[in-house]
């Protein structure tokens, strides 16, 4: 459980880094989806807790000459007819206030003169979310901040898009126990999963179990769409329709964790469908297992993922495998089961994945391995080392 005061002290240190630049943190829009659940962008999930807000605000004015409204957080007005389809919500209040940890809220229909007032008094403006390539729509903040700036002159645009990814990056030992519990639920999840893995079986079959394993345990969530190919499926890396059906002789790839608190596991096996490998998947899984095994010891302070990277390829490519290996070793891992990345080498409170893989469609031959690995002051803690990497019994 993370706390208020947390969340708080999060946003206290983006104030402090934008150094009196003013800051904009969009939570998006959109209604509550008929399949799954309406959720904010993560920075803003990050920064206040909130996960039914849509169309909320949070600005950033560290030189507000008022303490209180140096960090506002703007919500859409109430509207009663909306409310009745989609989930009462609370009037600004004390007790709002209380519950949010912010000392002003104010309704989104007040943003607009807000900012343009504190723009043109401090005429500095801070982008945080992070920049889209030239084909994509330009980031919320940053397309705000260029109809501010049409109306306000003298006014800079600075990048500070590498600033939330850098903190969310280093976890809390509030949000570190939160992944950690998403490792022990995802890890009942496979163990369920293992019992019922057997030729004529069907994937579905096996999705089920991780859900029910997860949701047992304690998981508030699923971390992804779960991937569960086996046979030649176990070679499509994003492969989730999850309809086939487990032949004997063939591999059964799972990529599939659970979230707890929005917190993510991220976790891949490979097992034998028969309970036990025929000597040429034996050879390939020996390399990515050795690759994940050297990956792993690799990660620890100042580190670079590409030398990470390396020290899996090393080995894949040593064995012959480096055309089959078609990916990247990892990434980071929290909020998101792809987190915001900073720039510059690994640091301690980081988790990220470790999941080398060779990929052989001709053999049917797809084997995957993942971890989820804390980066330590000395080193590195494997979070999913309980999930057995043995084959079946």
């Known amino acids: 459980m993370i706390d208020t005061t947390e ?101 989104t229909t007040l943003l607009p003169r807000t900012l343009t007032t ?88 096996v999705q089920r179990a991780l859900e029910n394993g997860w949701a047992e345990a304690g998981a508030t969530g699923i971390a992804y769409n779960p991937i569960v190919g086996s046979g030649l499926r176990s070679t499509v890396l994003h492969y989730n329709a999850n309809t086939g059906e487990l032949a004997a002789g063939d591999l059964l790839l799972i990529d599939a964790a659970c979230s707890v608190e929005g917190y993510c596991a991220d976790v891949t096996r490979t097992w034998p469908v028969s309970g036990k490998f025929t000597p040429r998947q034996q050879e390939v899984y020996g390399v990515v297992l050795r690759a994940l095994r050297a990956a792993t010891q690799a990660v620890g302070p100042g580190v670079w993922m590409n030398e990470v990277d390396e020290a899996a390829r090393a080995i894949i490519r040593a064995a012959g495998f480096e055309d089959f290996f078609i990916h990247g070793i990892g990434h980071q891992l929290g909020l998101e089961v792809h987190d915001s990345t900073p720039d510059g080498p690994l640091r301690p409170g980081m988790v990220l994945t470790i999941e080398p893989g060779i990929y052989i469609p001709a053999e049917n031959i797809g084997i995957r391995l993942e971890d989820d690995v804390l980066v330590t002051a000395t080193g590195h803690e494997n979070l999913t080392a309980a999930i057995p990497m043995e084959p079946l019994p």
């Not at 969009?26 to 996960?51: C, N, Q, R, V």
């Not at 939330?164 to 126990?177: D, F, V, W, Y």
């Open 118 to 205: 504190s723009t043109r008094q401090r005429k500095r403006l801070a982008c945080l979310h992070a920049f889209s390539v030239y084909e994509a729509p330009v980031s919320p903040d940053l397309t705000i901040f260029r109809k501010v700036t049409e109306r306000v002159p003298g006014v800079s645009t600075e990048d500070h898009t590498d600033l939330i990814p850098r903190l969310r990056s280093i976890k809390s030992p509030n949000e570190i126990a939160l992944m950690r519990k998403a490792g022990q639920a995802t890890a009942a999840g496979y163990a369920k999963a293992r019992t019922i893995v057997r030729p004529g079986a069907t994937e579905r079959n």
């Open 7 to 107: 969340f708080q002290q999060r946003r206290n240190n983006v104030l402090a880094a934008l150094d009196g630049a003013i800051g904009l943190v969009l939570a998006g829009d959109g209604a509550p989806p008929l399949s799954g659940m309406w959720k904010p962008e993560s920075h803003f999930a990050y920064l206040t807790g909130l996960h039914d807000e849509p169309g909320a605000a949070v600005l950033f004015d560290g030189r507000n000459p008022d303490p209180k409204r140096r960090c506002i957080l703007f919500l859409k007005p109430r509207n009663p007819e909306a409310e009745a389809w989609d989930g009462y919500r609370d009037p600004l209040t004390a007790l709002l206030r209380q519950r949010t940890g912010f000392e002003a809220v104010q309704r």
